[in-house]
């Protein structure tokens, strides 16, 4: 009995046409943007989503201030809005914020907060008392 090789993949005609379009340049060329623009929109997006970096350098959590009026310095992302007790102020181009307040004597809670465009919020609570 003869074998029936016409269902055998091994056996095609060479002339056989196959669905070739997902290998193509066109096909592969517009995937490939497709992803790098994708990529590029996900990169420059992603500081939206996180929450604002927020660093105050003076004064210190537990720090002992002669006089009334606390200077206040931190560091937080460029152009953003800073919240000291009440008090708004913007840091600058690099991210520098600078901001003196009038403060009675005794132990101070110092609140310092920044929020980003949709609304996430860092804050940085320091204690420190005023002679």
């Given at each position: 009995?003869p074998?029936?090789?016409?269902k ?11 669905n070739?379009g997902?290998?193509g340049?066109?096909?592969?060329a ?8 994708a ?11 996180l929450?604002p970096?927020?660093?105050v ?12 009026l ?9 152009m ?11 840091s ?5 914020f600078?901001?003196?307040?009038p ?8 609140d310092?907060r920044?929020?980003?465009?949709i609304g ?9 008392i005023?002679?």
């Open positions: 009995m074998l029936d090789r016409s055998d993949i091994l056996f095609t005609h060479p002339r056989d046409n196959y070739t997902h290998r340049f066109f096909t592969m517009t995937l490939f943007l497709f992803v790098l623009a990529g590029y929109i996900i990169l420059k997006s992603s500081p939206i989503f929450f970096r927020l660093t350098d003076e004064p210190i959590h537990g720090a002992h201030i002669t006089g009334n606390v200077g206040i310095k931190g560091a937080t992302d460029p953003t809005r800073v919240t000291i007790n009440g008090f708004e102020v913007y600058d181009e690099n991210g520098k600078d901001l003196t307040l403060f009675p004597k005794g132990f101070q809670i110092l310092v920044v929020a980003n465009k996430r919020e860092s804050h940085v609570v320091h204690h420190i005023v002679d």
